[in-house]
């Protein structure tokens, strides 16, 4: 009874520490930078010793379960604002913290426990936080409790399977005090030197010693989180800086080390794999601190035992190396003469940084080539690759290495599965896999467009092996075909056309690229989605492919005014747009968990390509209508009986749905509202709907695009009032359309009253992101709705408290003042 006591008794001190004062915590999960604002009331309470001491001696005295609450406390107290106390003060309540820390660690018996022991770790964290280095060493203790702290984080990193999730917190205080080094002033000295290369030695050495531990006992392998392996490096990279030449004289001791026994199993007559796998492995933690020579020669060394042998985890490590050596060495930014080069020159004969690029290219070959059956290594590869394609590098790229060698430089060999098996259709190869020819194809076809200008040839030899496999495949389709090698080509097809189509960007290169594929290619994507609806393996690519199209990035579809292309290409997507969706409604009722990849997924993207091309500028819609082409109404008929199959609730739920109805339902009202007019009543209801609902959405683009969609259809009919009431006759000839939607909110007047007062609520009570979006439609609503608004008001006004209902009051009357009966820019911006 009593410990019940006591643990309801702690987590009320803990949930008074952790409540937010001044209301400034946006997000109550962070933990890095954590002040507990404390009300100076408290003040005489805090400077109590015996408060510390109490919370301290409940740590030591109750059992795991409730002794954590008790640290949990005194993580707070350790955050108390520093404004709280004077300096004497602040010094002596330090002084009480450091001394229960001091206890602590003389007595760990508590911290094998691993909610303690997590607990006891953000305590430390916090300590640095809210306190200084030159505050610390100023403390009467800290020579021994800096001790302690190294010897616990030390045990702690050499027990790498317990409470793996508490080393952050260690290694952010470490990193915190030795990055506060150069701002210390007294004369006390700080003792990091000493500890911080023992901490870093302890943390690598626990890595390597993890290696064939996990390999031979199947345990987990903490090295498999990358994003925690990351994180906690960018902490030891810190730390690792304190003493620098002892930490780097251990990374080439251990380096060369593990190579020179990763050789003797090499050159060993009787190879034992399961040892060459933990010698390999070691080098993963390794290659995370940059010993560069050691590196490339490891490179060599390993790529020459291809194909036998490749491991994933290494070839990721040296991938992330080469990267990480791109960023600081390779660049237009970057000092030429770096030091690094010097050395390379001497020891590997790579004299600058053309040669080092000549390295990275014969690396991402070899992965290409030799790896093709590993996803991972080939995405990361063709990533290094893509981002070798950008920018400055990429013209090094071009000129002075696929110059080199005629053979390699060819983007037909460069494009062919013959060298590059991930670019085959066997089997072999899961439909996931092609995945990653797109990015390998927008790389290439940057490099082609280094010299590419008007050279309509070198263009057509680029495009040559997917002429090839596009002739194949119209084959197949004009004869019995074998079904799945026909799909499998197609998918390949749609992945690498739409990795080019991403990288031309110019108007030049991605008309050769619409000459190349318009008629004839495209019908056969057209007849493909007919064929395979059912199978998103399928549709998805070709809808992908179909949405890059219509991109008009750069102004790259801006033809020439004798060219139809803009219209043809429309024609097109309207075409896949409109076959697509009769073809996906006719699958029925799907259970919750096929109605995203079979249905929502394909008309997520086809809405993106909708809205791509009436907001691209390079067509004109009158045409369409003037000249009998009935492509623009049938394309936003299949839009509307899409979105009629899905639902309120999937809108909004499936987010990349959501991101595209709700920007082409914005471009909709803002430019073609006489087709949102032209709508059956239960479509409008639809509709208006949806964006009653989507005003409250947390996503910024959703709401956004809804308060914009909303204020279109609002200045449309406030304008049609407006024209009604001058009762001209010019006005009357164009007024139709007008009169339906007024004629449907007068019959529906709670569908703008409720989005009215769905604002109203956003701006006054809830913390609005996208307050600007927000009131661009709301004086609208407010002239429309006049009667409405003033009754709205009142309610809000009476529903607060006494004290509140006059400055509310007063808060309506300014907005309204001065407010004209108009809709110009100068009375909205009022």
């Known amino acids: 009874r009593q410990q019940t006591l006591a643990m309801h008794l702690l987590k009320l001190v803990l949930n008074c520490l952790n409540f937010d004062f001044i209301g400034n915590s946006a997000d ?47 993580a707070q107290f350790a955050s108390t604002r520093r404004s709280l106390f004077s300096n004497p003060e602040r010094a002596k309540y330090l002084g009480n913290l450091i001394k229960g820390v001091k206890q602590i660690l003389e007595n760990p018996q508590g911290l094998s426990d691993p909610g303690n022991y997590h607990e006891f770790c953000r305590f430390l964290a916090r300590l ?94 903490p090295l498999d989180d990358t994003a925690t392996v990351f994180q906690q490096l960018e902490q030891l990279c810190t730390v690792s800086r304190c003493e620098y030449e002892k930490t780097c ?68 490590a040296i991938l992330w190396f080469l990267d990480q050596f791109r960023k600081t060495y390779v660049g237009d930014q970057l000092q030429r003469t770096s030091k690094v080069y010097a050395r390379m020159s001497e020891v590997l004969g790579i004299t600058d940084e053309n040669h080092v690029l000549e390295t990275f290219m014969t690396k991402i070959v070899t992965n290409l080539k030799y790896r093709g059956r590993c996803e991972p290594v080939i995405s990361r590869t063709l990533q290094f690759l893509n981002d070798l394609s950008v920018g400055y590098p990429f013209y090094c790229v071009r000129h002075t290495i696929l110059e080199k060698d005629r053979m390699k430089i060819n983007m037909h060999y460069l494009s062919s599965f013959k060298h590059f098996p991930f670019l085959g259709i066997t089997d072999n190869y899961s439909l996931s896999d092609l995945r990653c020819r797109t990015t390998f194809y927008t790389a290439l076809t940057r490099l082609l467009m280094v010299d590419l200008g008007e050279d309509e040839d070198e263009f057509e030899n680029f495009m040559l092996p997917l002429t090839v496999s596009f002739e194949s495949v119209t084959r197949v389709f004009n004869s019995s075909f074998e079904q799945e090698e026909a799909k499998r080509m197609l998918i390949g097809l749609a992945r690498d056309l739409r990795g080019i189509a991403f990288a031309l960007n110019t108007k030049t ?15 056969v994507l057209q007849r493909a989605i007919e064929v395979w609806y059912r199978e998103p393996a399928c549709t998805t690519p070709i809808l992908k492919l179909m949405a890059e199209f ?66 691209g500028n390079y067509v004109s819609f009158g045409v369409f209508k003037l000249y009998g082409d009935n492509h623009f109404d049938n394309v936003l008929q299949a839009f509307v009986k899409m979105l009629l199959s899905v639902s309120h609730s999937d809108l909004l739920q499936y987010r990349k749905l959501s991101q595209a109805y709700y920007p082409l339902l914005e471009c909709l009202t803002q430019d073609h509202m006489s087709f949102i007019t032209s709508l059956e009543p239960h479509v409008l209801i639809y509709i208006l709907t949806s964006i009653s609902e989507g005003l409250t959405a947390l996503d910024t683009i959703v709401s956004s695009s809804c308060c914009a ?122």
Not at 147 to 167: D, G, K, R, Y
Not at 510 to 518: N, R
Not at 576 to 600: A, E, H, R, W
Not at 775 to 790: A, D, M, Q, T
């Open 249 to 316: 004289a251990l990374l080439v001791q251990l380096f060369d080390q593990n190579a020179q026994n990763y050789q003797k199993l090499l050159q060993s007559s009787v190879r034992n794999p399961l040892e060459i796998t933990v010698q390999e492995e070691c080098f993963f933690p390794l290659f995370f601190f940059f010993l560069s020579l050691r590196v490339f020669q490891l490179i060599s060394l390993m790529d020459a035992q291809l194909p036998q042998s490749s491991n994933e985890k290494v070839e990721l």
């Open 128 to 221: 640095k936080t809210n306190y200084q280095l030159g505050e610390l060493v100023m403390v009467k203790d800290y020579p021994e409790v800096i001790q302690l702290i190294a010897n616990f984080t030390i045990t702690s990193l050499q027990h790498w399977e317990f409470a793996p999730n508490s080393v952050h917190y260690l290694l952010a205080l470490w990193q915190r005090m030795v990055a506060s080094v150069p701002f210390v002033k007294t004369a006390e000295p700080h003792l990091l030197d000493t500890y911080a290369p023992e901490i870093t030695k302890a943390y690598i050495t626990s890595r390597l010693g993890s290696v064939p531990i996990v390999l031979r006992d199947g345990l987990e392998d």
């Open 709 to 830: 969609s909303l204020d279109h259809i609002v200045i449309y009919l406030f304008k049609h009032i407006a024209k009604e009431g001058k009762k001209t006759l010019r006005c009357r000839a164009v007024s139709q359309d007008g009169q339906r939607l007024l004629h449907f909110m007068q019959q529906n007047p709670e569908v703008l009253q409720q989005m009215m007062s769905i604002l109203m609520n956003t701006i006054i009570f809830e913390d609005c992101r996208n307050q600007w979006s927000v009131s661009r439609p709301l004086l609208g609503l407010i002239l429309l709705n006049e009667k409405y608004f003033s009754e709205l008001r009142a309610t809000l006004i009476t529903s607060q408290p006494d004290n509140k209902r006059e400055v509310l009051d007063q808060c309506f009357r300014n907005l309204m003042e001065g407010v004209e009966q108009n809709l110009l820019a100068e009375n909205r911006d009022r």
């Open 509 to 523: 290169s991605y008309t050769m690229l619409f000459d190349w594929i318009y008629p004839a290619y495209l019908s």
């Open 28 to 74: 109550e999960s962070a933990d890095d930078l954590c002040t507990v604002q404390i009300p100076t009331s408290w003040k005489a309470i805090f400077l109590e010793p015996e408060t510390l001491d109490l919370f301290f001696d409940l740590y030591h005295s109750l059992p795991p379960l409730l002794s954590q609450l008790a640290l949990s406390c005194l």
């Open 550 to 615: 219509m991109q008009n990035r750069s102004q790259r579809l801006n033809f020439d005014v004798s060219s139809p292309n803009g219209i043809l290409l429309f024609r097109e997507a309207s075409k896949m747009i409109c076959t697509y969706g009769n073809q996906i409604l006719s699958l029925g009722t799907l259970s919750k968990d096929q109605v995203y990849p079979l249905k929502l997924k394909g008309i997520s993207i086809c809405y993106s390509a909708l809205k791509s091309a009436l907001c």
